[in-house]
């Protein structure tokens, strides 16, 4: 069955540094997400993207963050400068088109810890 | 501004008794409301889904009913399971396939 597969599964970095999130969406799809949820809160929405560009996005994604399709297969989330509050489960997520009822995939998260 | 209200945050059941989540919203534009089911440690994977042309969706054990003018919409968990024991979320989804999550119930069915 395919799934969104997301790299590392858990991500230690320094405040203040670069980190880049990575997944893979399912190969079909055309919608790609990024969501955030903080320990022992709501699954947030982040970001979407679709041909090559940002469809939408939330507050919370501000300057520090970007997206990126760098190929064909993968969809990357950049945090330029992390911050303690951005620890988090990062969750990319996609669905094959943009009809309503359509089911977001999620992938199984990155973990990242800011210290 | 808070969209979707998700009530409980916990629930303990029996097994082979009956979990209820509820949950509201406030946007009437709304037209897709799943469900979500994560295991620790996992992402979130859907569950079953409704849509407002509807007022109950059966899926085995598990039943979204639907109520429009009170903006509400339920998860029943028949015969529930320890398997079951999970983080539910209700959601909504807005233009763009966007979904705006509730708060979660964390589900704990006992043997």
């Known amino acids: 069955e395919p799934e969104v597969t997301q790299t590392p599964s858990h991500q230690v970095t320094q405040m203040g540094q670069e980190v880049i999130l990575r997944c893979v969406p399912i190969?079909?799809?055309?919608?790609f997400y990024w969501y955030r949820q903080i320990l022992g809160q709501k699954v947030e929405f982040l970001v979407s993207?679709?041909?090559?560009?940002?469809?939408?996005k939330s507050e919370i994604f501000d300057d520090q963050f970007s997206v990126e399709r760098p190929d064909g297969s993968n969809f990357t989330l950049k945090i330029r400068s992390t911050k303690l509050e951005d620890s988090a489960m990062y969750f990319c997520?996609?669905?094959?088109?943009?009809?309503?009822?359509?089911?977001?995939?999620f992938g199984q998260g990155t973990r990242l810890t800011v210290v | 501004q808070q969209q979707v209200k998700q009530s409980p945050q916990s629930l303990i059941v029996q097994k082979g008794g009956i979990s209820i989540i509820n949950c509201a919203y406030e946007?009437?534009?709304?037209?897709?409301f799943p469900w979500y089911q994560q295991f620790p440690g996992k992402g979130p994977a859907l569950l079953i889904a409704?849509?407002?042309?509807?007022s109950e969706k059966k899926e085995g054990r598990f039943t979204i009913s639907f109520n429009k003018s009170a903006k509400q919409f339920s998860l029943h968990i028949m015969d529930s399971q320890p398997g079951d024991s999970a983080t539910y979320f209700c959601?909504?989804?807005?233009?763009?396939?966007?979904?705006?999550f509730g708060a979660g119930t964390i589900l704990r069915v006992k043997s």
């Open positions: 997520a996609s669905s094959p088109t943009l009809q309503s009822n359509t089911e977001a995939f």
């Open positions: 190969s079909n799809h055309l919608y």
């Open positions: 993207f679709y041909n090559n560009e940002i469809s939408e």
């Open positions: 946007n009437t534009a709304f037209d897709y």
């Open positions: 409704i849509r407002p042309d509807v």
């Open positions: 959601a909504v989804m807005e233009y763009g396939n966007k979904l705006v």
